[in-house]
């Protein structure tokens, strides 16, 4: 075990994941000296909700142990090379790697002997790779859950060396009509890991490649029974290092030195979250930036959360509808085609675009009658609405679709006006006008958020207060 705790494959998904989010990335392992639970927990946060239930665990450990069984092995290893189109081999040999690089690094060269001077396939178990672009650290090493070495030959069928296919086991069973399979992504991520610590490792064998597919054991069936999947892992490779070299370029600009415990607090608080309802549930500073969030004071920052963990006094949200309707009446006429007439490039026309008479036109009606309707599915009487909060960039279009909407002309309270401090803030602009005129709102109110551009498009959220 190394000092540097460099995050493994799980690492690898995790900053893929989240690699929008400066909070996340500027909060890696290479950079606190922690991981992320144990920054959580010091931070006041602990991340109680990422623990994986025992269930899981025991699913997980019942089928490794069944990869690594012998009535499995030569299955998994032969399907693997057909798949891949190597050499049949001439015998199946089963080796450790011992969790140890040294022990790694000997059979490694004694399986790429084996492959090419008798044609036997060897699956190894229990590998360790130093950490790509930190071998020469004590860094933690990557464990890839196995790895086939197998002839390799040329045009005329001679051997001239051995491929290595790694490898990873995970207990999911593929539906195989998603070609987008979230979870085999991620797998074949960890593989990928592996694959590029392999690939620049110095004491990998002279005349062993690393194949530029790689594979996951994965179940069958119900009852677990592991077959092997391959996939082409360039992309997942390419992908895999821009991650890890921002990882150890941003531990290198810190001049390699962990953070204090002094330090931590203020160091994560400055760092900007993007914060993605999608993917943040995933990450161990969750409950820490959800409290932030939840306390945030910003106009435009919205937490979205189940009724059974929100604060007492909050919003329901009644339903939400998008909606758009095709118009060449906002456009942006910027685009590379305009290099193609070069003497007016530059031109007003090569900008934004917009025929304001006929948006007026023809959005007021289309987005009163959208508001209309949705509030009628929701068995919601339009003219008993408490508040709208419209789209801030026309108080004419605003009066109009509020008087259609309420039935008569909205006052200043019905319908609060912020562009005339703000301006346009675009796509912002009713959750600023709703976060300014929200709070003298009674329980049981409803109102309405309502945003709308180009495209056009509009979206609706009706909501209540509760608490
Ligand atoms: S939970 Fe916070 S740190 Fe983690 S990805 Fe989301 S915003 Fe970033």
Redesign the pocket.
Known sequence: MGALIAGGGSGAVASS??A?????RM?DPLLTGRS?RTLASALGHPDVGGKIPDARWVRALAFERMVHDQAFVSELLTRAVGLLELERPAAVRIRSGGDSVDTTATELASAHLAAKHAGEATMLFGLRVPFVELADQRATDVRPDFAIVASRTDAAGNRVGSWLVMGDAKDYERVRSRIDDGRMLKGFLQVALGAESAAEWSRLPAGMQVHRYGALAVPRNAYLRPEAVVEDLADHRREVRARVHERVTAYRAAGEQALTDAELAAH?AH?E????PG????????????A?LRGSSDPTAVLVEDASIAPASHWDILGTKLKTVFSNNIRNNFGFLNRATPDDTDGADKLFVQEGRKVFKEVVPMVAEMIVAEAERLDIDPQGLRRLWLHQANAGMNRLIAQRVLGHEASEDESPTVLDTYGNTSSAGSIIAFHLNSDDLESGDSGLICSFGAGYSAGTVFVRKMG
């Open positions: 994941a989240h929008g989010c400066t909070r996340f909060t992320r994560v760092l979250a993007a914060y993605d993917t943040c549930s995933t990450c161990s500073l969750f409950r820490y930036c959800r932030e």
